[in-house]
């Protein structure tokens, strides 16, 4: 299976709400990033919490990491129609490599 | 350039062709990436490019799959033969990497492969 699975899937909510989405992997990390996907096409980086990070905030992102679960959670609030995209955690490994592993994605739909 | 590009943009071609996508990374990034998506899928990783260290090569699906980065910059990704399970978006990231914790990739729009 992947390194990162995102849950849910798909999340659906109204515009003003939160939402949050969760990533987990399975091996040691150096850092995990999350990304969004409009439209299917290219991926913008949002933020990048490193290994030695628990809380990292960046606008309404807040993302938290907890390397004992091996999990991590992006939060957007107060959402806007323009949120509304796919969001992938990538992880970056400890060593060896500088592949990153991408998780399956949530499909995140805000309606106005 | 301001970011990375790809090209083409889309390409429709018959089972069997051979296909080449190329990649122009952010000038100065030291990585390039290669993935794939398809539809509605998660990213696989196909292959990465840093500096002058050997390609790694773990995630190419089959030996129908050829990467390559001239002069340290540009790349080409080549499928041969291809088939229609290649259908996929091809997607180009670049990093620029220094010693230390692993940086944030920079992806291209993509190239939309529909083969036939």
């Known amino acids: 299976s992947q390194q990162g699975e995102e849950d849910p899937q798909a999340l659906s909510i109204q515009e003003g709400e939160n939402a949050t989405m969760n990533c987990s992997y399975k091996?040691?990390?150096?850092?995990l990033q999350w990304y969004r996907q409009n439209s299917g096409r290219g991926l913008v980086h949002l933020i990048l919490?490193?290994?030695?990070?628990r809380e990292k905030h960046s606008g309404r992102l807040r993302v938290t990491l907890d390397t004992s679960k091996k999990s991590s959670s992006l939060l957007i609030t107060a959402s806007r129609a323009a949120d509304t995209a796919s969001y992938f955690c990538?992880?970056?490994?400890?060593?060896?490599?500088?592949?990153?592993?991408f998780g399956t994605g949530t499909r995140l739909k805000v309606l106005a | 350039g301001a970011g990375v590009s790809q090209s083409p943009s889309n390409k429709v071609t018959e089972k069997g062709k051979d296909v080449e996508l190329r990649c122009d990374p952010i000038s100065g990034h030291t990585a390039l990436y290669w993935y794939r998506q398809s539809l509605g899928q998660g990213l696989e990783f196909l292959i990465y490019f840093q500096g002058n260290s050997a390609p790694d090569k773990s995630g190419l699906p089959s030996d129908r799959f050829s990467a390559e980065r001239t002069g340290g910059s540009v790349s080409t990704l080549t499928i041969q033969r291809t088939q229609q399970e290649d259908s996929a978006v091809y997607l180009c990231?670049?990093?620029?990497?220094?010693?230390?914790?692993?940086?944030?990739?920079?992806f291209g729009p993509g190239t939309r492969l529909l083969v036939l």
């Open positions: 990538a992880t970056a490994l400890t060593s060896g490599t500088y592949k990153y592993i």
């Open positions: 990231a670049s990093s620029l990497i220094v010693a230390g914790p692993r940086e944030t990739q920079y």
């Open positions: 091996t040691s990390i150096n850092n």
């Open positions: 919490i490193r290994s030695n990070e």
